[in-house]
């Protein structure tokens, strides 16, 4: 085992957590620090992370006049990235933030992904350290209304889907970030189901009940689903020297 390290992790609802990350993180001696910015937990000093998580959430990059700690956020993701040059990882929402706030845009995607779907590594992708071990086509948990239109400058799309083009990115040597969810454990997609938001999205994607079907098959595919999340996280400490 390495020196441990801390982990700060951005959390927009409490049910959207690192999930099987947090025991991978455990397992290497690692402290998490989570900030639920949707209850109105203050930001701390960057000073003393090794690195920034940012998971999903049931609000959009844009809605700062909803969501005024959206801004503080934002600067905090900038000085990460930028500034210090921290380890970055995010989920859903977190890709979308880093997105923005590096420069590309976020927008209502023309078809939302809610279920279980097919991501496909691009070219880049295929060759690019964040994605060994993955297959070149996997299936993967999708909760989303937004995507990330346009990337970053200096950016690389790392995976795509038939309605989404940007499923994953790498910025720099450092920051990292998938719109599907790999963290999610056998919990994850009841507790999901129980945010309004979440729920109508699936009612009208997938029928009434599709909540139901989603679960069963969401079990089926768990150990599939954790041993890529396992795979990502050994990825992401080597490419980012967090490991």
């Known amino acids: 085992m390495g020196v441990a390290k801390r982990v700060l992790v951005f959390q927009h609802v409490a049910v959207e957590h690192p999930g099987v990350f947090r025991q991978f993180l455990a397992e290497d001696g690692h402290e998490i620090v989570v900030v639920e910015l949707d209850a109105g937990e203050k930001i701390p000093s960057l000073d003393g992370f090794d690195a ?73 992708g295929q060759t690019d350290p964040f994605l060994a071990g993955i297959p070149a086509s996997l299936d993967v948990l999708q909760w989303h209304g937004a995507e990330v239109a346009r990337p970053p400058p ?27 969810h790999v963290e999610i454990t056998l919990s994850t997609v009841t507790e999901w189901n129980a945010i309004p938001e979440y729920n109508a999205a699936l009612i009208r994607i997938l029928g009434a009940d599709g909540a139901q079907h989603l679960v069963r098959k969401a079990e089926l595919c768990m150990p599939t689903f954790n041993g890529h999340a396992r795979q990502l996280y050994a990825n992401w400490k080597a490419v980012t020297g967090f490991g």
């Not at 500034?83 to 859903?92: H, K």
């Open 52 to 124: 920034l998580w940012v998971m999903g959430g049931a609000m959009d990059v844009w809605q700062e006049a909803e969501h005024p700690w959206l801004t503080l956020e934002k600067a905090a993701i900038r000085e990460a990235v930028i500034a210090r040059q921290l380890p970055y990882l995010g989920f859903c929402l977190g890709h979308q933030l880093l997105a923005d706030v590096l420069g590309g845009e976020v927008r209502l995607a023309a078809e939302s992904e809610v279920g279980i779907m097919e991501v496909e590594c691009t070219a880049a």
């Open 154 to 180: 200096g950016s690389s799309i790392l995976a795509r889907s038939a309605r989404c083009e940007n499923q994953a990115m790498r910025v720099g040597s450092r920051a990292f970030s998938i719109q599907f």
